[in-house]
């Protein structure tokens, strides 16, 4: 089993930065793919980034390309998500996910949230306008 611990949410206000974190504990083995869903109140959970454990391949939503930057340190079981230039649609709770085995589409990790296997309890980032 493996816990996901989520930190780095906030209030931000449009065009500001955010850092979000994630720790993966309990397994010897980290996640082959870890990424970060969000999920706005009434909508679907939906797909924001996410990078591979040994090629560091990274996915990104078109959404937040160019304005996100994902990154993994495999020595310390953690990924991050550097969010700037934020605006007010990013509001959302974001979910940190980690799939325990490789799986490519495209050539990139996937974007569907049946694709994971483990989830963060969930950090809440509000951006005022």
């Keep these: 089993q493996v816990q996901l611990t989520e930190s780095g949410g906030g209030l931000v206000q449009t065009g500001g930065s955010l850092r979000l ?5 309990g397994r010897t083995t980290s996640p082959h793919i870890m990424g970060w869903f969000r999920q706005a ?8 980034a996410a990078i591979t454990q040994s ?3 990274v996915n990104y939503a078109d959404s ?15 990924v ?7 605006k007010p649609e990013d509001t959302a709770t974001y979910y940190c996910a980690g799939r325990l085995n490789p ?5 990139s990790p996937p974007q569907a949230p049946t694709d994971y296997d483990y989830w963060g309890q969930g950090t809440q980032v509000t951006v005022s306008s």
């Design 103 to 107: 799986k490519y589409i495209n050539g």
């Design 55 to 57: 090629t560091l391949v």
């Design 80 to 86: 991050s998500l550097q969010m700037d230039g934020l």
């Design 21 to 25: 974190s994630c720790v993966a504990s």
């Design 41 to 48: 109140p009434g909508q679907e959970r939906e797909f924001v």
């Design 64 to 78: 937040v390309k160019g304005r996100f930057a994902i990154s993994r340190d495999n020595a310390k079981n953690t």
